[in-house]
């Protein structure tokens, strides 16, 4: 049991570095464009991560829960993923990159089930389709951004960059609160997931064979907690990167990169796909960004956090392959 809590502790971290890691994601853009202070907006972006809750379903969760085979799964197999995925988190924070939590969890668990029990042991359908979200997701924002951005520039192009400004600035409130709400609903999701598969693993919760697992209300209410959290602790460093390095935004720029994001992130949760928050809004600024001027983008820039993209996945997996070596080495139960 004492395992079991500490594991639980170890997630609820992971969800509070998601938060701190993240929020360059929910409020880059808001902060860039002087709408809010970053201590308001970071306040406004934890209340909305927070009730996130009462929008979806958790089929995230639930995804998560069964990625790995219930007969591989073992307490120290999801605290060595849970290592690798925030030590990784870690690392790119530090380096100012604004990679995947989400994508970091799932190469976290790949790693330490591959080195347990092979590939067989991970559901393969959930990390397909988590591939092929790591194109559509920002592919889905750049697009969205650029078309939201040319319907912007085509209808209000005629009026005067103070007025549309003014206009856009209180939009913008509206936009960032929809996109805290996608990213506290998608990525609160992967930390319950998480503890489900613990308590499963603990024989703490039963699934009937087949069927998605349940995430009890009190696993849901801690891990929305704990990311909201995480938001208002900050993430200052990725924040210049998302929202001052790539491209230069204004208030009506800032909001087509949020509601595109949030209109990905919602159209993901519903589908039950765990998808990159950080993919997502970095691919809608590059899309409202090129609009307006396609030298705008910084490509070096955004040339970087592409190949952060593509390591995340190897990179946390490897951190917990070893961290499940050492830890069985240890005299730890596999």
Known sequence: MEFLIAIIAIALVFDFINGFHDAANSIATVVSTRVLSPMLAVVWAAFFNFVAFLFFQTKVAGNIAKGV???????????????????????????ALPTSSSHALLGGLAGAAIVKAGFGALDGALFLKTGIFIVISPTLGLVLGAILMRLVMQFFGRFKPSSIDRSFRRLQLVSAAL???????????????????????GNLLSVPHGEKPGVPLWVVLICHAAMGLGTLAGGWRIIRTMGMRITKLVPSGGFCAETSGAATLFLATSLGVPVSTTHTITGSIIGVGSVRKFSAVRWGVAGRIIWAWILTIPGSAAISAASYFIATKLGLPP
């Open 179 to 201: 996109y805290s709400i996608g990213h506290g609903g998608n990525d609160a999701q992967k930390t319950m997931g998480i503890i489900v598969a613990a308590l499963m693993a």
């Open 69 to 95: 085979d219930p007969a591989a799964a073992s307490l120290t197999l999801v605290a060595a993923g849970l290592v690798g995925a925030i030590i990784w988190d870690l690392l790119t924070w530090w380096w």
